[in-house]
């Protein structure tokens, strides 16, 4: 609608090099690829590649068609994603602050002068104690980290491995259902999403997406991407989507299953979730076995 005001989201993608099971007939470089000729063709800028770089070369990945290298060819950035996806609900703060450590030779090196300091918690998962929470957020504080937040999630990775399993089994109907939830449910929780940043900032704020770099993700991108457009959304860097102002809140809450950025705020402050439909996960679970 002429007029109207365009929502604005940064696209951000977890787990370089390798994320889920690999299909049969495809290469982590192929996924690497696919994504990003898609955010290129689609005009989507900036997009931050969060890095495990214990998983370099393993799973696919190979030293000559690199996930990492052919990331930051693209110009794309990367970020610290700890180095191997640890879990800072069964970990320490020190422990935790280890592992960015451990992550950050990899980054630096194939960042070149673009900024890396930026973090994804893996799960999402921020602290379970507030004592922990705390002495993580001022660790990243002193040394120059910007937390990477969330909060458009469909829950995305999901659907890679039960794709891998189909494809293995040439199940065509099943893959095609696969694609249709995939795109249903990012529609039915981007409204859900948008829901909860009118509740707890009474508009739209600039939003950060979450994906991860599994094989239906770069299958489905382009029309995830259209999907997006036909919304309403314009694409933006991330450091341009967390000036949003509404960035500088804290839940500061100790939670056990993290969450995205919109979803700590709500359950920080007791507030109930607008209906929704589930995410269709016993039949992902299911399928193809
Ligand atoms: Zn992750």
Redesign the pocket.
């Known amino acids: 609608m002429p007029g109207e005001p365009r929502l604005e989201v940064a696209i951000t993608v977890?787990?370089l090099p390798v994320?889920g099971d690999l299909p049969l007939n495809t290469t982590r470089a192929e996924i690497a690829r696919r994504m990003i000729e898609a955010f290129k063709r689609k005009g989507v800028p900036g997009v931050y590649g969060?890095v495990?770089a214990k998983n370099i070369g393993t799973n696919g990945d190979t030293e000559k068609d690199s996930v990492l290298k052919i990331w930051g060819d693209s110009g794309f950035p990367l970020g610290n994603?700890t180095f191997s996806?640890i879990d800072l609900n069964t970990a320490s703060a020190e422990a935790f602050e280890q592992e960015i450590v451990r992550n950050e030779s990899v980054l630096e090196g194939l960042a070149g002068r673009r900024d890396w300091h930026w973090l994804?918690y893996?799960?999402l998962h921020e602290g379970d104690t507030l004592e922990k929470r705390r002495a993580v957020r001022k660790y990243l504080g002193d040394h120059g980290y910007k937390i990477a937040e969330v909060t458009l999630d469909f829950g995305d990775y999901a659907w890679n491995n039960p794709y891998a399993r189909c494809v293995a089994k040439q199940d065509t109907g099943s893959i095609e259902w696969l694609k249709s939830s995939y795109l249903a449910t990012a529609k039915e929780d981007i409204a859900l999403d948008r829901k909860l940043s009118v509740m707890l900032f009474g508009r739209d704020i600039r939003y950060v997406l979450l994906l991860?770099i599994g094989a239906l993700d770069s299958i489905m991108l382009p029309d995830l991407l259209d999907l997006l457009r036909n919304q309403g959304f314009d694409f933006v860097p991330l450091e341009e989507a967390q000036k949003d102002p509404a960035y500088q809140t804290d839940p500061d809450a100790a939670l056990l299953h993290g969450g995205t950025f919109l979803e700590q705020l709500t359950e920080s402050k007791h507030l109930n979730y607008p209906a929704h439909a589930d995410r269709p996960i016993e039949k992902l679970d299911a399928i193809c076995r």
Do not use: E, I, L, S
């Open positions: 977890d787990d994320h969060f495990n994603h996806h994804r893996p799960y991860h």
